[in-house]
């Protein structure tokens, strides 16, 4: 379901990504009428924002993907036939935003083996980083700071709440992968907060 | 288990997606480890600390019409030759074309006539045994609407407090039952407040209850002798509703939190309210 999903909407336009895009299919658009469009998807429009905002770190840049993305969401809409909108929506979602990450060769995908799973260090003074543990701005810094992986896996899971099984289909992995990249996103997340609060001191 | 793999589970178990005999596998564990308890104890505080901690963006408001007037403009510049094969155009243009052609053939009077015969069959014959699931996808639909209408219109409650004490008898006034209330805010549901609907051609008390950054509407009114107690869940455009009934109540929780999240909430609701 979700590959077919998100082959649709790859294969649609992409304006605000310059070449590449190709005439919609119209015939698809014509049948769905943008009044149950708007009603299944624009109630998703929080999250779309939310993780569009974490990945692109920039809020102008998370306002036109998101926009991108409703609009190509709304051309291959007719395709979708599930019943998790809000999974489809943030897929196509984070798909525009990885291209434009792409485009802006402002790339930080670290390639990761996620077969081997590599336990972050269990820090010598644990109770240092939780008594910080409270300190919003340091940690809001150390997410912005990870990988674009890791960022949409955390704000998939910590802000959306959504479960290991639509993480998979929304990040196109499997299952499995989900709970060892959450592991080494918080591990990654962990070093920093002690890296910076050791700094600090 | 040894302490590998239990490092290996320790979000697994700790985000509430493993198995219940793996879970309790770990738990056995960390009773004889206590190097891995204080693993987990930490882990655990920095997950929460994750979510506690970082902001959620909301989209802004100038967003959303830029998105509406862009989907507006993506269906005028559809070219007109399209609409001629499919026959429904997004927005009719008003006029610009005549009448669709089942009127042109008595053939289609024929097809018209049998087709309605044949859909009248089929509805005399399965309607009554589909029902109970017409009757919830409708309900479901209400519910929804009047969750995602809660959300939109700033009109989330009537009576803001995460005072049970204060909803409540807020609530007794104004319906002709008395619904359960409870604060649920040690096990991370904290009561916002409550507010009227109506909803099944009856007006219902909806709870509200805030779970990490989401809303969660608790829909509670009378139960009919006749109906079924056992509950359910029903998955739609991304929100997931669950629903169950005791002696005196029906209740529809609704909400775009996983279905985990939920189901826990639900357990919590009846732990804390009295038996009948």
Redesign the interface.
Known sequence: MAATNSQTESNSGSSIFGAGGKAPE??T??????AS????L?????????LA??LLRNEQD??DV??EA??RA??SFSGFHG?????W?LTIVRNTSYTLLKKNQAVDFTTFDEEI?V?AD?FAS?AT??EH????EL??EA?DALPAEFREI??L????????K?IAEIAQVPTGTV?SR??RA?GK??EYLAARIGKDK | MNCEEATKLKDGYLDGELDPITSQTIEQHLRECPKCDQAYKIHGSLIRAIGNATPYYKAPAELRERIQSSLREEIAELPTRNFARDAQPLFPRRQSRPRPILWETSWNWLALAAAIIFAAIIALTLVPRLQRPGADQFLATQLISSHVRSLMASHLTDVASSDQHTVKPWLDTKLDFAPPVVDLSNEGFPLIGGRLDYLDNRPVAALVYGRRKHFINLFVWPAASNESKAPKTITRQGYQLLHWADADFNYWAVSDVNVNDLQTFRQQFETRTPRH
């Open positions: 119209l015939r658009v014509i049948k769905e009428d943008v469009f708007e009603e299944a624009l109630p998703h429009l929080d999250a779309a924002h939310n905002r974490w998370a306002q998101v926009q409703y609009l709304f051309k019943s998790n909108g809000r999974a929506l799973h336990v269990e644990p980083i939780l543990g409270e300190d919003a940690i809001r997410m955390l704000a899971r910590h802000q959306e709440g959504l479960s290991y639509e709970m959450l592991a918080r997340l962990k």
